[in-house]
């Protein structure tokens, strides 16, 4: 039985451009599945042609059970979207923002307005939910656009870049939202940029580029594509470095010529690939201690999703870049290279 | 999967027109409480015609020649009708904008996503548009009282032409609909939506006398939807000026216009709708 996202040979092509060349997909019901890729990638057609915003050339579409194409407006009221713009009424109150979809989803206004209030109050806006949505800071009007996505309590999400444009709190606050949504059985769907969101919300991560998936499974399945962990030692004195570079040489998986063993001079980093945890890590500093080789930084170095990224596709996901900044020798590299834009209030 | 199953009981579909005409009535609701926020765009839609008025009935008015007398007083009465109906269609513009800025804004591809009556965001919006247009009609019919403009006929013939102004400005923005889906940017659209307003109402009968303009010119002002609703009004109110030519819309005005105005809603309403179920960003 398919999933409760399930998606076969998506095609569309917007003139000459191939937006979508051959997408499959496959959601388990209450799971969450991450579309990660870059900027026309193809995230957004898949979403619109999922949420009936938009025929695909060719392939088929099941949601929730129901075929999209055949019966679109069964579809719709099974489904939640939220999409990549907050799309709630700047000059309407948050209150009449949930109204007025509570309703045209065909709920009778006095439960429409019951529900508006607790959504309201579950996303924390009910102190602003007299006033216009224009006075809205981004981070409350992407929760108010979530909420919107949310007023029937759809058992299919999807959910399209949520957090683009939110500073980290914000992003932390949606995050959290986000999760408490998934525990309670939504199958959800979500694009971004954003390796460090994929790899924190989603079961499963599909990566898109070029309007194809090249790569599914868990973050861990795709960060073992390529290569599995690594140990790196920072040395405080260059003259260790050899020493260092031969001890790391007995525990590596790979010889020197085989991408085992890496030296990076200037930064007095040697990297090697191993398997053996923890348990490794602590023999390896024990053999430097005894051969009184003094270390600045040390730790196991899991790869993180964009060297998945890397690669998959031979070139960095698009958004990221212009903070590349690595972080250290932490334990699994998370929180690189997002960038945090500030919040746009107005 | 007993979560989708109760999700679809929330929203079984019920009957189609009712569905129709609730959900147009709950995005009509939306637009008129935007208005009511932003109430500037009301303000400006009220003070351009009533510019109009004052600016015809004192700078022309005293040299157009309205059935052999340029008097003042008689090309005053004369004009109204014709600002009457400019001004319904003007808000067509106001619809085209409306619609466009929501496409932007990405709510056209909420609306989209729900499961809603497919014409009910346009019928919302036009009915909006219809009571804005009232309005302004309101206001402008008692400052057209101020400047002199009286009717000469029973209280049923001046609200039959009202009624049919109405009709005229509702026909006119689905019009504005089409442009707005059509665009890229609200702003286009409303200059778009403005521009052929312009050869519309002036090559008619509504601030000159059709009589003195080139034959072909008369012809196509003969035939101009704008025209019939004019000469509707005009003999509705019983104002001087009334076409004599033996073209069919100057003979019955008033079927005239009502069959523009239904042909119009009939043609622009599909397009619109069409274009709507369609529309990407």
């Known amino acids: 039985m398919p999933g409760a996202i399930y998606a076969e040979g998506l095609v569309k092509t917007f003139g000459d451009v191939k937006a979508l060349d051959g997408v499959d997909l496959d959601v388990p019901e209450g799971t969450v599945l991450g579309l990660l890729g870059p900027n026309g990638a193809g995230k957004t057609t898949s979403v619109r042609c999922l949420t009936t915003l938009l025929r695909p050339d060719r392939g088929k579409a099941v949601v929730a059970g129901i075929d999209v194409f055949k019966q679109p407006d069964a579809v719709r009221r099974s489904i939640g979207l939220s999409g990549q713009f907050a799309a709630v009424d700047e000059y309407l109150t948050g209150r009449e923002n949930l109204q007025m979809v509570g309703q045209l989803y065909q709920?009778?206004?006095?439960?429409?307005?019951?529900?508006?209030?607790?959504?309201?109050?579950?996303?924390?806006?009910?102190?602003?939910?007299?006033?216009?949505?224009?006075?809205?800071?981004?981070?409350?009007?992407?929760?108010?656009?979530?909420?919107?996505?949310?007023?029937?309590?759809?058992?299919?999400?999807?959910?399209d870049e949520p957090t683009t444009g939110l500073d980290p709190r914000n992003r932390q606050q949606l995050w959290d939202v986000i999760k408490q949504l998934?525990?309670?059985?939504?199958?959800?769907?979500?694009?971004?940029?954003?390796?460090?969101?994929?790899?924190?919300?989603?079961?499963?991560?599909?990566?898109?580029?070029?309007?194809?998936?090249?790569?599914?499974?868990?973050?861990?399945?795709?960060?073992?594509?390529?290569?599995?962990?690594?140990?790196?030692?920072?040395?405080?004195?260059?003259?260790?470095?050899?020493?260092?570079?031969?001890?790391?040489?007995?525990?590596?998986?790979?010889?020197?010529?085989q991408g085992g063993t890496k030296v990076e001079e200037h930064m007095r980093k040697i990297t090697t690939p191993v398997s053996g945890g923890a348990k490794l890590l602590a023999e390896i500093i024990r053999e430097l201690d005894v051969r009184g080789i003094e270390i600045d930084d040390i730790g196991l170095r899991r790869p993180t999703l964009d060297d998945v990224f890397l690669s998959l596709t031979g070139h960095a996901a698009e958004a990221e870049g212009e903070d590349g900044e690595q972080p250290g020798a932490g334990q699994s590299g998370t929180g690189q290279g997002r960038p945090h834009r500030k919040e746009a209030a107005t | 999967m007993s979560a989708v199953t109760d999700a679809v009981r929330i929203a079984a579909p019920g009957n189609p027109i009712g569905q129709s005409i609730r959900d147009s009535l709950i995005v009509a609701k939306r637009n008129l409480i935007r208005m009511a926020r932003i109430p500037e765009v009301v303000i400006f839609g009220i003070v351009q015609p009533i510019m109009f008025v004052v600016l015809f009935s004192y700078v022309f008015g005293g040299s157009m020649n309205i059935g052999g007398t340029t008097s003042p007083q008689v090309y005053r009465e004369f004009l109204m009708a014709g600002i009457f109906a400019q001004t319904?269609?003007?808000?067509?513009?106001?619809?085209?904008?409306?619609?466009?800025?929501?496409?932007?804004?990405?709510?056209?591809?909420?609306?989209?996503?729900?499961?809603?009556?497919?014409?009910?965001?346009?019928?919302?919006?036009?009915?909006?548009?219809?009571?804005?247009?009232?309005?302004?009609?309101?206001?402008?019919?008692?400052?057209?009282?101020?400047?002199?403009?009286?009717?000469?006929?029973?209280?049923?013939?001046?609200?039959?032409?009202?009624?049919?102004?109405?009709?005229?400005?509702?026909?006119?923005?689905?019009i504005g609909a089409v442009i707005g889906l059509s665009v890229r940017t609200p702003e286009a659209a409303t200059s778009g939506g403005l521009v052929w307003l312009f050869p519309v109402t002036f090559v008619s009968n509504a601030f000159v006398d059709t009589d003195q303009m080139t034959p072909w010119l008369r012809h196509i002002a003969e035939w101009n939807p704008f025209s019939a609703t004019v000469q509707a009004c005009r003999e509705l109110f019983g104002n001087p000026g009334v076409s004599t030519s033996d073209a069919w819309p100057m003979q019955h005005p008033v079927w005239a216009s009502l069959i523009w105005s239904v042909l119009i809603i009939l043609v622009f309403r599909t397009l619109a709708v069409r274009k709507y179920r369609s529309a990407t960003v």
Do not use: C, N
């Not at chain 2, 709510?107 to 996503?113: A, G, M, V």
């Not at chain 2, 309005?135 to 009202?162: C, D, I, N, Y």
């Open chain 2, 88 to 174: 319904v269609t003007f808000a067509t513009a106001g619809a085209g904008a409306g619609i466009a800025e929501d496409m932007h804004k990405g709510l056209i591809d909420r609306f989209r996503s729900l499961p809603m009556a497919r014409g009910a965001v346009l019928t919302g919006r036009t009915l909006a548009d219809l009571v804005q247009t009232a309005l302004t009609l309101l206001v402008l019919a008692v400052v057209a009282l101020l400047v002199g403009w009286r009717t000469h006929t029973s209280a049923g013939e001046v609200l039959a032409a009202f009624g049919l102004l109405l009709l005229t400005g509702y026909a006119f923005t689905w």
């Open chain 1, 182 to 257: 998934v525990s309670g059985g939504t199958t959800l769907l979500l694009t971004t940029q954003y390796l460090e969101e994929a790899d924190h919300l989603a079961h499963d991560i599909a990566v898109v580029d070029h309007g194809r998936v090249i790569a599914q499974g868990t973050s861990d399945q795709l960060k073992a594509r390529t290569g599995g962990e690594r140990v790196e030692v920072v040395v405080h004195e260059r003259e260790h470095i050899q020493a260092a570079s031969a001890l790391l040489d007995r525990f590596s998986l790979r010889g020197p010529d």
């Open chain 1, 107 to 159: 709920m009778r206004a006095k439960a429409a307005k019951a529900r508006a209030d607790e959504l309201l109050e579950q996303f924390h806006l009910a102190d602003a939910a007299d006033r216009t949505a224009k006075t809205y800071s981004g981070g409350m009007r992407r929760r108010l656009d979530l909420a919107a996505a949310l007023v029937v309590s759809p058992p299919v999400m999807f959910m």
